[in-house]
């Protein structure tokens, strides 16, 4: 079996989708974003000043892609396989079943606003903040991702299946990212 991995958009569900494809199938999780998250507040920082910190150095990067690239070079290994939540690892992971999940700004910001388990965001005041910060890590990440790899892990044709979540629910979205993968192993 192959891993998933699934990218997308700040606030589109990645994570959300990703556990419920683990609970329902027999699936390992790995999100860079909890590690991500980890990782800043070891540092005292929030993930928006993570992005910026990660502009200038790869410290933080090299350890993640390194991650990713132990899984794709121990893939035939692997007995159970990885849904991978990351922006990169569709790079990383080349044979794995690449996923893109898109979102509407607002819509991101109010899933953002109202999730309450999720650490180290900077100060999300209302939604036009929210959309805000989103807006600038994004930026970051863009700019990062392609100084250092010469992506663009935002270009829909790197992926075998891109999902709007706007107006889905997480349980809607699995079940697509399901179907299209049975399909694709087929």
Not at 17 to 33: D, L, N, R
Not at 68 to 88: C, F, H, K, V
Not at 141 to 151: H, L, T, V
């Amino acid at each position: 079996m192959e891993h998933i991995s699934i990218t997308g958009d700040l606030g589109s569900g990645k994570s959300s989708v990703a556990k419920i494809i683990c609970q329902q199938h027999a699936f390992e999780y790995f999100s860079t974003g909890s590690l991500q998250r980890k990782l800043a507040a070891e540092k005292g920082m929030n993930t928006l000043d993570m992005n910026k910190f990660s502009e200038s150095t790869k410290e933080v990067d090299d350890y993640i892609d390194n991650f990713l690239r132990n899984i794709e070079a121990e893939s035939d290994n692997i007995e159970t396989p990885y849904i991978l939540d990351s922006r990169l690892a569709w790079h990383f992971v080349p044979s794995s079943f690449k996923v893109f999940i898109k979102v509407k700004p607002e819509v991101a910001a109010q899933r953002v606003l109202a999730d309450k388990v999720r650490s180290n965001e900077p100060d999300n005041k209302d939604l036009q903040s929210t959309i805000a910060n989103l807006q600038a890590r994004m930026q970051s990440e863009c700019k990062r991702f392609k100084e250092y790899y010469d992506i663009d892990y935002r270009n829909e044709d790197n992926f075998d299946l891109v999902v709007d979540s706007s107006s889905l629910t997480a349980e809607e979205v699995a079940e697509t990212i399901i179907r299209a993968y049975q399909n694709h192993l087929k």
